[in-house]
T-cell receptor
């Protein structure tokens, strides 16, 4: 059965800290891995990763994929209170997205 | 462009009642999806439509039916609501099957079944 597992489930940090969110997967016919940010509404797209070892970067956020070990990490440096959200990892196979349960990040001033 | 719109935003049903959740997109996207999100469960795919005229089951289709009315609209129907269907429902669309780089989500419908 295809599955996507995220860890930790929850994380509480102070502003300025750096965090690493993990996503491991077992999915047949892997095509890509995606990260989303979800605040109190619909998920918004962050990154799509298809190749191992190539870092995607957007401001203070970055992500990398390891297709051999079947995992991805999402890094957030110099966290801000606006980074507080649930971060979702999803893996695409042939025609569907399989989501993990998410990591809830809380950033306090 | 409104993007992906969903109605209603909130709904309370009694067990056994039926209702239809509406979803529409104005981006000329081919593929549309219905997900449900429960606390601690992430997003689970209910049904999807890879193109106009086709629909397929996702991970949790039991208790639901869908209709791809045209390219713009994809509705989700609960024929006999059950408390286990209490959830937040998201509709999503992408431009073609496989282009998941930016799947657009609607704002969600919060459904409570008593």
């Amino acid at each position: 059965e295809d599955k996507v597992v995220q860890s930790p489930l929850s994380l509480v940090v102070h502003e300025g800290d750096t965090v690493t969110l993990n996503c491991s997967y077992e999915v047949t016919n892997f095509r890509s891995l995606l990260w989303y940010k979800q605040e109190k509404k619909a998920p918004t797209f962050l990154f799509m990763l298809t190749s191992s070892g190539i870092e995607k970067k957007s401001g203070r956020l970055s992500s990398i994929l390891d297709k051999k070990e079947l995992f991805s990490i999402l890094n957030i440096t110099a966290t801000q209170t606006g980074d507080s959200a649930v971060y979702l990892c999803a893996v695409r196979n042939t025609d569907k997205l399989i989501f993990g349960t998410g990591t809830r990040l809380q950033v306090f001033p | 462009n409104a993007g992906v719109t969903q109605t209603p935003k909130f709904q309370v049903l009694k067990t056994g009642q039926s209702m239809t959740l509406q979803c529409a997109q104005d981006m000329n996207h081919n593929s549309m999806y219905w997900y449900r999100q429960d606390p601690g469960m992430g997003l689970r795919l209910i049904y999807y439509s890879a193109s106009e005229g086709t629909t397929d089951k996702g991970e949790v289709p039991n208790g639901y039916n869908v209709s791809r009315l045209n390219k713009r609209e994809f509705s989700l129907r609960l024929e006999s609501a059950a408390p286990s269907q209490t959830s937040v429902y998201f509709c999503a669309s992408i431009t073609r099957a496989g282009s998941y780089n930016e799947q657009f989500f609607g704002p969600g419908t919060r459904l409570t079944v008593l």
